[in-house]
């Protein structure tokens, strides 16, 4: 019964990771030493994430949480894909016994979080910078960080061009729409989505917010609130991964999480800013901008100092533990 109870204690620091558009689309299943995340088919995003990209960094950023936690309670993990079988595309989590090590990571994990605003604009030193590089580099995969003001300026262009056609997309407006949780009370009683207020909105019954979203959702001003932000921002992250296929997209989000961790262990703030890489038509461009050759830009993520936002919301543990069922996709 302990040891059940710690693995649900894991599983619960598992939610707390980053996910697209705060879908939390996992689920978690457990035996007496292993938990075993399952992707949740029903709360993917097909217009923004058609390959299910995001999805499974997303389970990769779980898988990262529960390992720091893992290990800060005397528990040595390992994580094993599932490639084929009947868990196709199943993250397998195993534990030892091992010492137990309290670290900067650990820590973070309740309070990282996107922080969609201005940041100060302020440079990080070398040495924050070093840290930030090493702990979003993994099997496969590695970071980019660009402070140059020219390299910048790239994508700058490129973020313009990637949310003027999500926006000019009707199917990405309504889905994005969807996920958004237009006050603190539905916030809370979804349990997920994208709460209005961590992104400075305010807050608005949910038939006044879909009447007058529209009329704010549109490319120039979002364009020129990205700019700003950007802008504000010490620099950006790109993060790639050769070759690009579905265990190494769950490594991806494994190094995300390092990284989001790591920032905010040194009091740095961090938030996407994907749509050169969630446009197919204009990502091998935004690859080619960048001077990578067989690597895929997998996320792009501005960073700097600012102020903290209100927090997204979380499902309850019983919300996402299953028994024996597998997510049908």
Request: hydrophobic fraction near 40%; include cysteine; charged fraction near 20%.
């Amino acid at each position: 019964m302990e040891n059940t109870n710690l693995l649900t204690d894991l599983v619960r620091y598992g939610t707390l990771a980053a996910s697209s558009h705060n879908t939390q689309c996992w689920r978690f299943r457990m035996t007496e030493t292993t938990i075993t995340i399952l992707p949740d088919f029903s709360r993917r995003c097909p217009v923004v994430d058609p390959d299910d990209h995001h999805l499974y960094v997303s389970l990769g950023c779980a898988a990262e949480n529960i390992l720091q936690a893992a290990k800060a309670h005397g528990l040595t993990g390992q994580v094993r894909f599932d490639q084929s079988g009947a868990e196709t595309g199943a993250v397998h989590l195993s534990f030892a016994p091992g010492a137990p090590e309290t670290t900067p990571l650990f820590d973070a994990i309740p309070h990282r979080q996107c922080s969609r605003t201005e940041y100060n604009g302020h440079p990080l030193a070398p040495e924050e910078l070093e840290q930030l590089a090493a702990a979003g580099t993994g099997d496969g995969v590695r970071v980019v960080l660009l402070t140059n003001p020219a390299k910048l300026a790239v994508v700058e262009q490129f973020v313009v061009r990637g949310n003027t056609a999500q926006l000019r997309n009707p199917a990405f407006v309504k889905e994005l729409t969807a996920w958004i949780r237009f006050n603190q009370a539905e916030a809370e009683r979804q349990g997920d989505g994208l709460y209005s207020a961590a992104s400075g909105n305010p807050s608005l019954p949910r038939w006044l917010g879909r009447l007058i979203l529209p009329l704010v959702l549109r490319p120039k001003p979002e364009n020129e609130k990205c700019v700003r932000q950007l802008r504000s921002s010490a620099g950006v992250a790109v993060f790639v991964s050769a070759p690009s296929d579905p265990a190494h997209w769950v490594e991806v989000g494994r190094c995300y999480e390092r990284f989001a961790l790591q920032a905010t262990a040194l009091g740095i703030r961090n938030a996407f800013l994907n749509q050169p890489v969630e446009e197919a038509a204009l990502r091998p461009e935004f690859a080619q901008a960048l001077g990578l050759t067989a690597e895929r830009p997998d996320l792009v993520v501005r960073f700097g100092r600012g102020p903290q936002m209100p927090r997204s919301p979380r499902r309850p543990v019983e919300a996402v533990l299953v028994t024996s069922d597998y997510p049908d996709k």
